[in-house]
């Protein structure tokens, strides 16, 4: 019954926002706030706060922000320009440009759009990642037990690990929401006007 309560508890966290996603009208204020925590967390895996250039991995940024937001940022080029640049100016130059990508993927596709597809990726990635941590919450429970042999509590190692699950979970949710986000290849109205215009030429072609 331990067991059972911890996964319980899990789940009345993961279907309470599953309930609210369902029922908001809008996540912009969600998406917002998680992509400044993911970009935050990004920049300060390579430019420590308060940090000296000596201790930036300024390449590794580059190229971490092309594989997971699409986009390229010539960093290392610009802090050669700019002598007098710090760890904070390139954390807020990364965000800042981060959100022009955003609102320039929603002027592209309009408001109503990007919220419809805002709260599409945000339940998916949920789902997702809920049946996956449901499978390793069994692999835990399965092997908890061999922990006595090493003179812990099964039961608190259990609530321990899984808490770390649950966690780790977590922040993998609101990394991929944002990295899908912003990866996701978004057509204009004018285009997909356009390709149906194409698509009726073609299907007028072969009567």
Same mark, same amino acid.
């Given at each position: 019954?331990?067991?059972?309560?911890?996964?319980?508890?899990?789940?009345?966290?993961?279907? =309470?926002?599953?309930?609210?996603?369902?029922?908001?009208? =809008?996540? !912009?204020?969600?998406?917002? &706030?998680?992509?400044?925590?993911?970009?935050?967390?990004?920049?300060?895996?390579?430019?420590?706060?308060?940090?000296?250039?000596?201790?930036?991995?300024?390449?590794? /940024?580059?190229?971490?922000?092309?594989?997971?937001? &699409? +986009?390229? /940022?010539?960093?290392?080029?610009?802090?050669?320009?700019? $002598?007098?640049?710090?760890?904070? &100016?390139?954390?807020?130059?990364?965000? *800042?440009? /981060?959100?022009?990508?955003?609102?320039? #993927?929603?002027?592209?596709?309009?408001?109503?759009?990007?919220?419809?597809? *805002?709260?599409?990726?945000?339940?998916?990635?949920?789902?997702?990642?809920? #049946?996956?941590?449901?499978?390793?919450?069994?692999? @835990?429970?399965?092997?908890?037990?061999?922990?006595?042999?090493?003179? $812990?509590?099964? #039961?608190?190692?259990?609530? #321990?690990?899984?808490?770390?699950?649950? =966690?780790?979970? @977590?922040?993998?949710? !609101?990394?991929?929401?944002?990295? /899908?986000?912003?990866?996701?290849?978004?057509?204009?109205?004018?285009?997909?006007?356009?390709?149906?215009?194409?698509?009726?030429? +073609?299907?007028?072609?072969? @009567?």
């Amino acid at each position: 019954l331990d067991y059972d309560g911890v996964n319980n508890d899990q789940r009345k966290v993961i279907y =309470s926002q599953r309930d609210e996603l369902l029922e908001a009208d =809008s996540v !912009k204020d969600n998406i917002e &706030g998680i992509r400044a925590d993911v970009v935050a967390e990004t920049v300060e895996r390579f430019v420590p706060p308060e940090s000296i250039d000596d201790q930036w991995d300024l390449p590794g /940024l580059e190229a971490t922000i092309e594989q997971e937001f &699409g +986009q390229r /940022l010539p960093l290392v080029a610009m802090a050669q320009e700019q $002598k007098e640049l710090d760890a904070e &100016g390139i954390a807020r130059h990364v965000q *800042e440009t /981060l959100d022009r990508v955003f609102a320039d #993927k929603e002027a592209s596709v309009g408001p109503e759009t990007m919220r419809m597809l *805002e709260k599409h990726i945000m339940l998916n990635v949920l789902d997702e990642n809920w #049946k996956q941590h449901l499978c390793r919450m069994v692999y @835990l429970r399965q092997g908890i037990h061999l922990r006595g042999y090493a003179q $812990k509590q099964p #039961k608190q190692e259990y609530k #321990k690990e899984a808490f770390e699950l649950f =966690s780790e979970m @977590l922040d993998r949710i !609101k990394r991929e929401v944002v990295t /899908l986000l912003a990866r996701v290849r978004t057509r204009s109205e004018a285009e997909i006007a356009a390709m149906e215009a194409e698509e009726r030429r +073609q299907a007028e072609a072969q @009567l």
